[in-house]
């Protein structure tokens, strides 16, 4: 049975756990000093904290609320590069918070001489990918946002070859590889797995 909110007409002393025997008269003291006991200055800074998530493993191993944060902290991170966002902008875009962005994507962020976040160049986060390859449909977890770029450029390649005929953008991805696999850009090979139904558009367009 999930807990009730903590007021001052409904104190919460918890029996167990890292603050067990205190009681608190609102949900932010009882945050407060759980943050506290974690080591945090308080609530607020462990939200800022980064929580990186740094092998496929790893990603694999979130709870499902953890890997939506992350994507859509990735996802902003993303919008500030290519739309040249403020972070609050692209975190509202994302359907996320700064905070979130800070958390998920702390390292690929810089505090600028104006006090607003830039993201850097590029970045060693990990992303877990759905990559159409030579071997077929595969999900790689990449380590560099290079890399992710790659695979981002290439599904846009096979959309519009799709959508218009024109296979000309699949020729820059010949012979090149990710995590391993050489990249699909036979016009005849991604016509077929797409009249299969083996690939869909939300395989393109989530990348």
């Known amino acids: 049975m999930a807990r009730r909110p903590i007021t001052r007409t409904r104190p919460y002393t918890p029996r167990s756990g890292l603050v067990a025997g205190q009681t608190f008269a609102s949900e932010r003291q009882y945050r407060n000093a759980v943050a506290r006991a974690r080591g945090y200055a308080s609530w607020a800074a462990r939200q800022r ?16 609320s953890e890997r939506l944060a992350r994507r859509q902290a990735l996802e902003a991170l993303s919008l500030m590069r290519r739309e040249g966002l403020s972070l609050e902008r692209a975190a509202a875009r994302a359907n996320t918070t700064p905070n979130a962005v800070r958390r998920h994507a702390g390292p690929a962020l810089v505090l600028a001489r104006t006090g607003r ?4 160049p590029d970045d060693q986060l990990y992303r877990v990918l759905s990559v159409l390859t030579t071997e077929g449909l595969v999900e ?7 890399e992710a770029s790659l695979v981002g450029r290439h599904w846009a390649a ?10 000309s953008r699949l020729r820059e991805f010949e012979d090149q590889s990710v995590g391993g696999f050489v990249l699909e ?11 299969r139904g083996e690939l869909s558009f939300e395989d393109i367009y989530r990348s």
């Not at 929580?51 to 496929?56: D, E, F, H, Q, V």
């Not at 976040?117 to 850097?120: H, L, Q």
Request: hydrophobic share 40%.
């Open 140 to 146: 790689l977890a990449l380590p560099t946002s290079r």
């Open 185 to 195: 850009t036979d016009p005849d090979v991604i016509e077929e797995l797409a009249r």
């Open 49 to 64: 904290a980064p929580r990186l998530a740094s092998t496929g493993a790893q990603i694999a191993a979130l709870r499902p």
């Open 158 to 167: 096979i959309g519009r070859f799709l959508e218009t005929g024109d296979a």
């Open 117 to 120: 976040y830039r993201p850097t």
